[in-house]
């Protein structure tokens, strides 16, 4: 059965720290999305590509945020420096547009605390 | 913009009561439809969806109906389980895949 993997899974930093976060999407989907889940936000869509292409990140604080697809196997969120309130559950999720209402698929998440 | 508004929870209820969560959108064009199950510590994963006006999806047990008129898309199921606890999201696509979710409706079955 085919999956979204995301690493890590946890991962706690002190404020300030670099932390980068991985996902691989399912082989032959070629859309790929951010979403962060907060109780207080819900979920948030922080940025999305399309054929490894940026297409939208106007969800994503630009000053510490970025988001990358290197190759179509690996996209990336950065949060450089880290803030206590970028505490959160991040999502990765993959699709094909093809048929324009194919479902996404998702990751089981990155759980980050920021102290 | 588009948006997705459902019901708020807690919903609490006995196994095998019969569950409904609402859940109304605003879109421009005709989106598909969708709802999303999540059990903790877990990612969303797809439990039904619809892509045109009267189109009914299901799937283990529940349903939901694409209503055009009313702007709806209510999740129904005739027999909860405890094994159905979880948040559920209604969601509509807004092109390339990109999905806009409601804020989520927990459910919490009681045997």
């Known amino acids: 059965d085919a999956r979204v993997t995301q690493t890590p899974r946890h991962k706690v930093t002190e404020m300030g720290q670099e932390v980068t976060m991985r996902c691989q999407p399912i082989?032959?989907?070629?859309?790929v999305f951010w979403y962060r889940q907060t109780m207080m936000q819900g979920l948030e869509l922080l940025a999305y590509f399309r054929n490894r292409a940026p297409l939208d990140d106007s969800g994503m604080p630009k000053d510490r945020f970025s988001a990358e697809m290197p190759d179509a196997t690996l996209a990336t969120l950065k949060i450089q420096p880290s803030e206590p309130r970028d505490s959160a559950v991040y999502f990765c999720a993959s699709g094909h547009d093809g048929s324009g209402n194919s479902p996404l698929h998702f990751g089981n998440g990155t759980r980050l605390t920021v102290t | 913009g588009d948006s997705v508004t459902q019901m708020e929870g807690p919903v609490t209820l006995s196994e095998e009561a019969f569950l409904t969560i609402n859940c109304t959108y605003t879109a421009t064009g005709y989106p598909s439809l969708f709802w999303y199950v999540q059990y903790p510590g877990e990612g969303l994963q797809l439990l039904l969806k619809a892509t045109k006006a009267d189109d009914k999806g299901s799937n283990k047990g529940f349903e939901a109906t694409y209503r055009k008129e009313t702007t709806s898309f209510h999740l129904e199921k005739g027999s909860v389980q405890v094994s159905d606890s979880a948040v559920y999201f209604c969601?509509?696509?807004?092109?390339?895949?990109?999905?806009?979710f409601g804020a989520g409706t927990r459910l919490a079955v009681h045997p």
């Open positions: 969601a509509l696509s807004s092109g390339y895949n990109k999905l806009i």
């Open positions: 082989l032959g989907h070629n859309t």
